[in-house]
């Protein structure tokens, strides 16, 4: 279950994005989602029913998308609007992404660009364009189903969706329950158009800094890399991609780095170290 406040004006785009990142979790264990329960929150008099009805089409049509039903949900009168899903889906346990497999000398690969979290502060202040807004959105919007798909046909074992605890905190999570350390190559980093600007312009979230106190040690650094970019793997995610564990490469998702025997922790190096590791 997931559910949480409007990120972006349009109504429809907000029931997309919510829908498709209540469903994320279901892909990020390699399953398949099923039905789904709406989770509704609206002051009926805040908007017209328009309003509403375009949030919760756009949650329709994505979880349509993903081959799932609505099968019901609830609805409580809110002055802050909040919308999610309640999602039921099926597993293979002998396939399953679990978050504790990873292995030294897997690759990881990482299905979406990074800086919703940027992209989506700077929009409330007037400070991103239509296109770098609409690039956010899209990828928001986007289901990892197809990385999920591109994941099993790989063999992979470990997988964590991006979210909250942004790029860094995700992968902590992995290296911290595999016993393994992971570097992460910033040259590497797919990010969505603008955010280098919007950082210097400092449009970031507070969720960043408490990503970083919460890495506290576990994160490091390399001197060489840029300030804007530490922001990005700092940065909340909503609705972000599939980071994907394997030995070989992932159709459609990026490699960023790979699984290194040490102390678990997350290390951002500034060069490359080839497609191989």
Same mark, same amino acid.
């Given at each position: ?128 364009? /239509?296109?770098? !807004?609409?690039? *956010?959105? =899209? ?9 999920? #798909?591109?994941? &099993? ?58 990503? /970083?106190?919460? !890495?506290?040690? *576990?994160? =490091? ?9 530490? #922001?990005?793997? &700092? ?43």
């Amino acid at each position: 279950m997931d559910f949480f406040t409007p990120i972006v004006d349009d109504p429809y785009a907000y029931g997309a994005i919510a829908a498709a990142n209540a469903l994320s979790d279901v892909y990020a264990m390699g399953g398949r989602p099923l039905t789904v329960m709406n989770i509704a929150c609206f002051n009926p008099a805040a908007a017209p029913p328009e309003v509403w009805a375009a949030v919760l089409r756009g949650g329709y049509d994505k979880v349509t998308e993903a081959g799932a039903v609505v099968v019901g949900g609830h609805s409580v009168e809110d002055n802050e609007p909040k919308f999610g899903l309640s999602v039921t889906g099926i597993v293979n346990p002998s396939r399953m992404f679990a978050n504790t497999n990873a292995q030294p000398g897997d690759g990881v690969y990482l299905s979406k660009p990074l800086g919703t979290g940027i992209v989506t502060t700077a929009a409330k202040f007037d400070r991103c364009s /239509e296109d770098e !807004l609409s690039a *956010a959105i =899209a990828a928001m919007s986007a289901l990892n189903r197809e990385a999920a #798909d591109q994941g &099993l046909e790989a063999g992979v074992r470990c997988a964590t969706d991006i979210t909250g605890f942004g790029l860094a905190g995700h992968l902590f999570n992995v290296a911290r329950a595999s016993k393994v350390r992971i570097e992460v190559e910033a040259g590497r980093l797919p990010v969505l158009p603008g955010v280098e600007r919007m950082v210097a312009e400092g449009m970031m979230t507070g969720g960043a800094g408490r990503n /970083e106190e919460f !890495l506290g040690e *576990a994160l =490091a650094f390399d001197d060489d890399v840029p300030p804007w970019l530490r #922001d990005v793997v &700092l940065d909340p995610q909503t609705s972000g991609g599939l980071a994907l564990f394997s030995a070989t490469p992932i159709e459609g998702s990026v490699r960023i780095g790979r699984v290194v025997s040490g102390e678990p922790g997350i290390v951002v190096r500034s060069g490359t170290t080839g497609p191989n590791g």
